[in-house]
């Protein structure tokens, strides 16, 4: 009975065969890949979260037209470990990490290259020449330290 395989130690044994058999033919990479997402089960409580953006006070105003030119923008992410302090503006994004520390920023743009920059020991960062993103979905969606 197909039902009942289970009960059968031929048939288990061969289910089990076929099951090892199959999964050596599974890439290393594949593998790789879903340990890593199932190790990063609490990337909520990792990644920085937006606690501040100026565009949400009264009074902001983004330029409409490219001739105008474009306000300031402050953005805080903030996490366990470090508060990232973050200034959008017409052609750079500025910011500080707090506590200060030196390392090296990515900023990951959907289609767009990886940009790098260095943070020196006092913590700050510029990015230039900087395109605006229309929109801050998550705090690391947009920019991610890798100090």
């Not at 805080?76 to 052609?91: G, K, M, P, Q, Y």
Request: glycine letters at 6%; hydrophobic letters at 45%.
């Amino acid at each position: 009975m197909a039902g009942e395989w289970w009960n059968d130690d031929e048939a288990l044994l061969a289910a089990l065969g076929d099951a090892l058999r199959a999964a050596r033919t599974v890439p290393r990479e594949f593998v790789e890949a879903g340990k890593a997402a199932y190790a990063w089960y609490d990337i909520d409580a990792e990644l920085a979260a937006l606690t501040y953006d100026s565009a949400l006070e009264e009074g902001y105003e983004p330029a409409l037209t490219r001739d105008e030119p474009a306000a300031l923008r402050a953005l805080t992410f903030a996490s366990a470990e470090l508060t990232i302090e973050l200034e959008v503006t017409h052609d750079a994004l500025l910011g500080q990490i707090v506590p200060p520390q030196p390392g090296e920023l990515e900023v990951r743009g959907v289609s767009r290259p990886v940009v790098t920059a260095a943070i020196d020991e006092i913590g700050c960062f510029a990015v230039r020449p900087f395109l605006r993103a229309r929109s801050v979905c998550t705090a690391t969606s947009w920019t991610a330290p890798t100090c």
